[in-house]
């Protein structure tokens, strides 16, 4: 039962231009969501992260959103840079602590 | 942010030995600590849970005799994977949270091999 989703496996972008990864979720008890950049052969790096009490959280480049009806979020980072190639794993938590992961999905900035 | 250092960053070992992964927190106490495993181009998957001096708590489907979690400090945890095989070789990542509704830091990953 994957709780957290990240239907697509990739996205490609042009430099400059607004990069958008989504992410959906089915547990309604989650309140705490984060983003997370990965790096092959690394530890996940802590992006952004919004409370449930939130629909949008913004960080310089990067901004997150919030629908809670819909159960869905979304990463946006504009502009988008070749340095942001990378995975990006959503992540929702409830009062357990536990993280729980979406399969990621992986940037590629096109120069 | 805060900083997680986990050690070996990789590690080779013969089929039926023991692997020690090392998770520490080096500027904050980490009164909960979580392993994950991550198989190639999947998601982290949580192994277990793990607050310091009590007994950790596995997720479904993990077998706690064989990966073998210690919480001694606030500072320190550790996974040992047991009688190694083949099929354990992934990529093991521990995270540490200070308090509850603080958001988690990892560690670098190790990557094990069995051979």
């Known amino acids: 039962d994957q709780q957290v989703k990240q239907n697509s496996p990739s996205l490609s972008v042009q430099e400059g231009r607004i990069s958008i990864l989504n992410c959906d979720y089915t547990n309604s008890m989650f309140d705490y969501f984060l983003w997370y950049k990965k790096y092959p052969a690394e530890g996940p790096t802590f992006l952004i992260s919004i409370s449930s009490i939130k629909d949008k959280n913004e960080d310089g480049r990067f901004t997150v959103f919030l629908n809670k009806s819909a159960k869905h979020l979304s990463l946006h980072i504009v502009p988008s840079q070749p340095g942001d190639s990378a995975v990006y794993f959503c992540a929702a938590t409830s009062n357990t602590g536990k993280l729980i992961f979406g399969q990621g999905t992986t940037l590629q900035v096109k120069p | 942010g805060a900083v997680v250092s986990q050690h070996p960053s990789w590690v080779i070992c013969k089929s039926g030995t023991s692997v020690k992964i090392e998770c520490r927190s080096l500027?904050?106490?980490?009164?909960?600590m979580f392993w994950y495993r991550q198989f190639p181009k999947q998601s982290l998957m949580l192994m277990a849970t793990s607050n310091e001096g009590s007994k950790a708590t596995y997720e479904q489907g993990v077998e706690k005799d064989k990966f073998l979690i210690n919480h001694a400090s606030l500072t320190l945890s550790t996974l040992t994977v047991t009688s190694a095989h083949p099929e354990d070789s992934s990529f093991y990542i521990c995270?540490?949270?200070?308090?509850?509704?603080?958001?988690?830091?990892f560690g670098q990953g190790t990557r094990l091999t069995v051979v």
């Open positions: 500027d904050f106490q980490a009164t909960t």
């Open positions: 995270s540490a949270r200070q308090e509850l509704g603080t958001e988690a830091f």
